[in-house]
């Protein structure tokens, strides 16, 4: 299990570092040109935890396996005897919390890649080249738990899978229906919220998972390579 500890980990790094250091920074800049003064930080703050918000309500209204009319099979029967049913399920639902805020992280970053091609191709392009970077740590966060918790490789590619495909969605989304009304306002609340997003998800699913699987520091390894790895690609792209 510490490969699934440090990957893990590795992906709560990621997605902590960008929050901070990218996303959240943005999101004040862009609200900040926007309203002027110390009032974009603040509104930039108040999406952020209304991003956590968002993501703790779908977390709180999530089923869990406890219906007890399912019919089993005997494999089945013989995880919950082992104990192992609710460490699978709890990937599962970790996978697809990660693929759900990966989806929505990655729709404005098509718009705002969209957007910043419009007024200078070179930066969109650069631009393009560090999101496809910062997308491979975030397929594992979403296909590690998910093959650990299913055995399906299949499953596990189809997930990290469509949710990079709200990017392009994102960026056909700008062009078709947010051309003239997208502005330093809704980009500022969307990458705020965002950021919220992932903070909640690393700290409420990844890293306590990441601890339970690991053995000594594996957790903490793997989350600051994650930092380290993100860091490093935002100073190169």
Do not use: C
């Amino acid at each position: 299990m510490s490969f699934l500890s440090i990957s893990l980990g590795f992906s709560a790094g990621v997605m902590i570092y960008v929050s901070f250091m990218e996303i959240m920074p943005k999101a004040q800049e862009a609200l900040g040109d926007y309203y002027g003064g110390g009032f974009g930080e603040w509104v930039a703050i108040a999406s952020f935890f209304f991003g956590i918000a968002i993501i703790a309500l779908i977390d709180r209204i999530v089923p869990e396996y406890e219906n007890p009319h399912e019919a089993r099979t005997q494999e089945s029967l013989d995880i919950i005897k082992d104990g192992e049913l609710d460490d699978k399920l709890k990937l599962k639902r970790m996978g697809m919390f990660s693929a759900l805020a990966i989806a929505i992280h990655n729709f404005p970053e098509g718009l705002a890649t969209f957007f910043s091609a419009l007024s200078d191709p070179g930066l969109g392009l650069s631009i393009a080249i560090a999101i496809a970077i910062h997308n491979i740590p975030e397929g594992i966060s979403v296909s590690v738990p998910l093959y650990y918790a299913t055995g399906s490789r299949k499953k596990a590619f189809i997930y990290s899978f469509l949710s990079g495909m709200s990017e392009p969605i994102g960026a056909v989304f700008g062009y078709f229906l947010l051309r003239q009304y997208f502005n330093d306002l809704t980009f500022g609340i969307l990458f705020a919220a965002v950021g919220g997003i992932m903070v909640f998800i690393s700290i409420d699913e990844l890293l306590p998972n990441s601890r339970k699987y690991g053995k000594g520091h594996q957790a903490i390894y793997g989350f600051i390579i994650g930092m380290i790895v993100m860091g490093i690609s935002l100073l190169l792209f």
